[in-house]
């Protein structure tokens, strides 16, 4: 009971920026994902995973039920790597949550109907599964793996996160069945996307239109854009018409209504432009890579350390940040009270945004002084071959480098990508500086 209260109670702690709000945050891209249920659409550009996710905890009722689930999600999930590391206590777990809750960006996370907390709980489950397997239940064992498929795939970003994961167990020589248990949620998750979108778009693949996202990144960055104008007009692309003159920013590129993927050079709209586009840009994503691949690796590594710097809070937190549409979906299916908490809530009045930013300096001041400790916890565990907490240490810290590469490739760096992950490294601070020395006899982990 005291452990059931202790998650509870960490779960409630890591959502109270929803209490804060009045209502749970919201951002843009949440109005795909409820319309996934509510119209219901299968959304081109997203996987028609988080809003199923979502809706079986809100119901079409209330999304308060889908940020209490994370909140308890992520709240079981650090219980559980506590517990692989012996160190699961009610008192402490409460101590943990409620430090990531007021000196990390975990909550901002948790408490926002999107996706983004997925990809740490994708991590962890991965890291629970591949280093943890052996100290866990068999009802545990089944709940990560299907709640690590989930987080998997509801993000197409986490896909090389967690092949990162997998990699690192074949790397750090712990055995086929470390690798093969790493591997698991990775396995689902392709399974999940095959399927999926198969039935919603007709189409056997894990992504099918990622191809525009990828040029959209490459024309930002200048390689797709110097492969069409050396190739153009010959070669008949639709883009040849704006040759010269693209946009030099992804977003603007993906989302404008005046952007090449969305009206064409008569200035006649375009319906799912991104759909009909993403033929000829795996063309011209092959082209460029085949022409200026060093180009595309450097614009690649840069973009990486800029999104590793990017990790703050508040660029969710406006009225224009969670734009129109979730206003919409919400009058749609759910009861009226329901869209006058979210007219009500601080998000929505622009008293949110202010608050959120003071926080950012704490966040800096806790990932500096996670640092060290996390270094002392690694040289330990190398030094003392305790094979466990190694694992689990480099997991984390693979999934928090390796977000920021997937974001940083496959999207423009944005705060968001980064702070979804970052609390990461406080928390390995928390749990493995402190950790006791292991005996020689419990170091391997056990098949």
Not at 64 to 80: F, M, N
Not at 188 to 210: D, I, K
Request: aromatic content about 8%.
């Amino acid at each position: 009971m005291r452990r059931a209260l202790a998650v509870i109670a960490g779960g409630l702690l890591l959502i109270w920026p929803a209490f804060l709000n009045g209502y749970p945050l919201v951002f843009s891209d949440s109005t795909a994902f409820l319309a996934q249920t509510v119209e219901p659409l299968m959304i081109w550009d997203k996987p028609w995973i988080y809003g199923p996710f979502a809706w079986v905890f809100h119901q079409h009722v209330t999304l308060w039920g889908t940020v209490l689930a994370q909140g308890l999600i992520v709240s079981h999930l650090v219980w559980l790597l506590a517990h692989v590391l012996g160190q699961a206590r009610p008192w402490r777990h409460l101590a943990t949550c409620a430090a990531l809750a007021f000196f990390t960006a975990a909550p901002w996370s948790a408490a926002m109907v999107m996706p983004d907390i997925l990809t740490p709980v994708a991590v962890l489950c991965v890291a629970l599964l591949g280093w943890g397997w052996d100290r866990l239940g068999r009802a545990e064992r089944a709940w990560l793996i299907v709640l690590g498929s989930l987080a998997t795939a509801a993000h197409l970003s986490n896909l090389p996160v967690i092949f990162a994961l997998v990699v690192l167990a074949a790397i750090l020589r712990a055995g086929w069945g470390t690798v093969l248990r790493a591997g698991i949620p990775l396995a689902g998750a392709l399974a999940l996307l095959l399927a999926t979108n198969l039935v919603g778009h007709g189409r056997l693949a894990v992504s099918p239109y990622g191809s525009t996202f990828f040029l959209a990144r490459l024309i930002a960055d200048g390689p797709a854009a110097r492969t069409i104008e050396a190739r153009c007009p010959e070669a008949g692309w639709y883009l040849c018409a704006f040759a010269g003159r693209l946009p030099t920013n992804s977003d603007v590129f993906l989302w404008t209504p005046d952007s090449p993927v969305n009206r064409r050079p008569d200035g006649t709209p375009i319906f799912l432009g991104g759909v009909l586009l993403a033929p000829e840009a795996r063309i011209i994503v092959a082209e460029t890579l085949r022409r200026e691949p060093l180009a595309v690796l450097g614009d690649a590594l840069s973009n990486f350390v800029a999104q590793l710097r990017r990790s703050q809070i508040g660029d969710t937190l406006s009225r224009h940040d969670a734009g129109t549409g979730v206003e919409r979906e919400v009058a749609k299916g759910f009861p009226p009270a329901e869209l006058a908490r979210l007219e009500n809530s601080r998000q929505m009045r622009d008293e949110l945004k202010p608050i959120g930013r003071r926080f950012n300096p704490l966040f800096s001041i806790a990932l500096l002084l996670a640092v060290p400790f996390v270094l002392l916890a690694w040289r330990r565990a190398h030094r003392s071959g305790d094979l466990r907490s190694l694992g689990l240490l480099l997991c984390l810290l693979v999934g928090l480098t390796g977000n920021a590469l997937a974001t940083g490739v496959l999207s423009m760096p944005h705060h968001r990508y980064q702070a979804r992950v970052v609390w990461l490294l406080p928390l390995a601070a928390m749990l493995f500086a402190g950790r006791p020395a292991v005996p020689p006899a419990s170091r391997r982990i056990e098949a």
